[in-house]
């Protein structure tokens, strides 16, 4: 299947799943489900495949066992292409729209420590403060789970005190359900912001290997 954008019932079937997060709505609009938003969105992973490698669909029941939300699916679908641990390409769509981005979004075991020996590093700080005024002078939020404090042992006058309060971080840009949502121009600006946000990904690759 050659993907040609994502079609209104995508969209139409969030809305409802929303207002209605049961195995009832489920089971009567799977089909939706199916044709809608899996067919188009494993498109989409395969026409980006060439350049960023192997897209990975998620699947869209939530783990609720530890949950108090026991809504039993999950109100998007997302895509994620790894390059490391928990690092990547992403791409979602839900009601409100699409989101693309890049970047670390769940530090593992060790790599936290090594996150920050890395940026606490000028040799290699510097280069991710450069690329991150990158990613924020191209537009691009940068989100992730953050301290609100200072990680111990890190003096408060630390030129990269921002990036040292990160356990996660990533970048993206969002958009509303627009015309050109359902056409094959999602490719290309996702294929965009995937490239700008190479540099984050290729940083966050190189210094923080799996354990």
């Given at each position: ?6 079609p209104d019932?995508?969209?139409v079937f ?5 207002a209605d997060n049961?195995r009832?709505?489920w089971?009567?609009h ?5 044709d809608a938003?899996k067919?188009?969105?494993a498109a989409?992973?395969?026409e ?5 490698g192997r ?6 029941n ?8 026991k ?9 994620y292409v790894a390059?490391g641990?928990?690092?990547g390409?992403?791409v979602?769509i839900?009601?409100?729209?699409l989101?693309?981005g ?9 790599q936290?420590?090594?996150y ?10 510097v280069p991710l ?5 990158e990613?924020r002078?191209?537009?691009?939020t940068?989100?992730?789970d953050?301290l609100?404090t200072r990680?111990?042992g890190v003096?408060?006058?630390h030129?990269r005190l921002?990036?040292l309060?990160h356990?996660s971080?990533?970048?993206?840009r969002?958009f509303?359900?627009e015309?050109?949502?359902?056409t094959?121009?999602?490719a290309?600006r996702?294929?965009v912001?995937w ?5 984050l990904v290729?940083w966050l690759?190189?210094?923080l290997?799996a354990?």
């Amino acid at each position: 299947m050659s993907f040609s954008g994502f079609p209104d019932d995508a969209f139409v079937f969030y809305e409802g799943l929303e207002a209605d997060n049961s195995r009832t709505y489920w089971t009567r609009h799977r089909r939706l489900y199916e044709d809608a938003v899996k067919a188009p969105m494993a498109a989409l992973g395969e026409e980006l495949e060439a350049e960023f490698g192997r897209a990975h669909l998620f699947r869209p029941n939530r783990d609720v066992r530890f949950a108090k939300d026991k809504s039993p699916y999950k109100t998007h679908q997302g895509a994620y292409v790894a390059t490391g641990e928990a690092i990547g390409y992403y791409v979602q769509i839900d009601a409100a729209g699409l989101y693309a981005g890049a970047g670390l979004y769940a530090a593992q075991g060790g790599q936290l420590a090594r996150y920050r020996e890395a940026v606490d590093e000028e040799i290699s700080g510097v280069p991710l403060e450069k690329i991150m005024d990158e990613v924020r002078a191209a537009g691009y939020t940068v989100e992730g789970d953050r301290l609100k404090t200072r990680p111990r042992g890190v003096p408060e006058d630390h030129p990269r005190l921002d990036l040292l309060r990160h356990r996660s971080l990533h970048a993206g840009r969002r958009f509303d359900p627009e015309p050109w949502v359902h056409t094959p121009e999602v490719a290309a600006r996702v294929r965009v912001i995937w490239r700008d946000l190479a540099p984050l990904v290729e940083w966050l690759t190189a210094h923080l290997p799996a354990d």
